[in-house]
């Protein structure tokens, strides 16, 4: 059997009125990316979009969106993210841009880079806050926000290794 490597784009969608965040669904992104890649890269790239293309995760508070795709054609992808504008969900149009963050092998690397990059978005949240209350606030949330556990997973994993070894 042949397993089929992917490639996940990690991608923030990003709206002009944080109101419209509750608008997200898989669905809509699903259909949204499908037909950018068919304005943008016509027969070739709708073909290579049904075969392997899939929301793994998505987040509507944050707008954190988690795409599958096939390793040899993640680029058609992420080329036509460039090109949507608006989303269309619920019989409402609301205009929007995807912005991918990062471009992973694993579902984990992307949870890792995720993490860094809320951690690299609250230290320059503490630089904006004007009263001490935001600041202990934010100071908090950074704090909170570690890779620990994924730092302990790992070193079991290499003890493990390590035990198996012998």
Known sequence: MV???SRYLLCEVCFSERSSLPLLEDKAIYNTVRAAVN?????????????GV???YLNAHTGVVLIRCRKGHYQLIWSALTFITCLENRGQRVPCFINCLHVGGTIRTCQKFLVKYNRQQL???LLDCKTDAEKQEVRRSILSCSLSA???????????????EI
Not at 39 to 51: E, K, L, M, P, T
Not at 150 to 164: G, K, L, P, Q
């Open 3 to 5: 397993r089929f490597k």
């Open 123 to 125: 230290d320059r949240m």
């Open 54 to 56: 899939m929301v793994k």
């Open 150 to 164: 994924v730092r302990e997973e790992e070193a079991y994993e290499d003890w493990s290794d390590d035990n198996e």
């Open 39 to 51: 304005r943008a890269h016509g027969d070739y790239g709708s073909a290579h979009f049904n075969i």
